[in-house]
């Protein structure tokens, strides 16, 4: 199963466009490409998934280059709800396709 | 919109005690998660479960735990003898198909004495 890196944490203002990278040089054939998003207390949702190029969807874009190494959540114009933790995973979409969750990316938004 | 519910929202318990933990999926989903999130870590892979019997499970998910669907709707989590450390948040996810979004339920927080 491809590891992803993300960074651990970003911090934004109210309104601005937010755009969290993730590694995955292992990916496979395969494998997707999928965000999540988690508030405190609750279960993770699901954002965003895709398999190459970009994606967009009423809440966010995902960017995905040719070689899939890599891929970025774009969220525009955030707001002081989006403050969350951001959750880059690479589903194997085969059988079961049981989550594998890092730690995540803590995104702050201040005014 | 449908979601996934799950009861009780907090148990406590006693070490050694048998506990169960209750979900309703969303019914037209086939496929069904348990996960669990100790306070402050990483979001854990439990078990997936289709077709009445277990897809995947993790080295989490030992002798102590087991699953079942007892009629078309509830999917439940046993832990037959709790410990300290299974004090966490269990979270029940179902999909329609795999690779498909998984949605989750609210958890049920799970403490241990």
């Known amino acids: 199963l491809a590891k992803t890196t993300q960074p651990i944490s970003m911090d934004s203002y109210e309104g601005q466009e937010v755009n969290i990278t993730c590694s995955h040089n292992?990916?496979?054939?395969?494998?997707?490409i999928t965000w999540y998003q988690q508030f405190p207390s609750q279960g993770p949702r699901f954002i965003i998934q895709?398999?190459?190029t970009k994606v967009t969807n009423e809440v966010a874009s995902l960017f995905i280059p040719a070689d899939r190494k890599s891929s970025t959540l774009s969220l525009p114009r955030v707001s002081l709800s989006d403050t969350a933790v951001y959750y880059c995973?690479?589903?194997?979409?085969?059988?079961?396709?049981?989550?594998?969750f890092g730690t995540g990316t803590r995104l702050q938004v201040t005014l | 919109e449908p979601e996934v519910t799950q009861t009780p929202s907090h148990q406590v318990t006693q070490m050694g005690q048998e506990v169960i933990l209750r979900c309703v999926p969303i019914?037209?989903?086939?496929?069904f998660y348990w996960y669990r999130q100790i306070l402050g870590q990483k979001v854990e892979f439990l078990v997936s479960?289709?077709?009445?019997?277990?897809?995947?499970k993790s080295e989490i998910f030992d002798d102590q735990f087991s699953v079942e669907r007892p009629d078309g709707s509830n999917f439940t989590l046993k832990i037959r003898s709790t410990k300290l450390e299974d004090s966490a948040m269990y979270f029940c996810?179902?999909?329609?198909?795999?690779?498909?979004?998984?949605?989750f339920g609210p958890g049920t927080r799970l403490t241990v004495l």
């Open positions: 995973l690479v589903v194997f979409t085969g059988t079961a396709s049981k989550l594998t």
């Open positions: 479960f289709y077709n009445n019997e277990i897809s995947e």
């Open positions: 292992n990916i496979a054939t395969n494998d997707y």
């Open positions: 895709g398999y190459k």
């Open positions: 019914s037209n989903h086939l496929y």
């Open positions: 996810a179902s999909s329609w198909r795999v690779g498909d979004e998984q949605f």
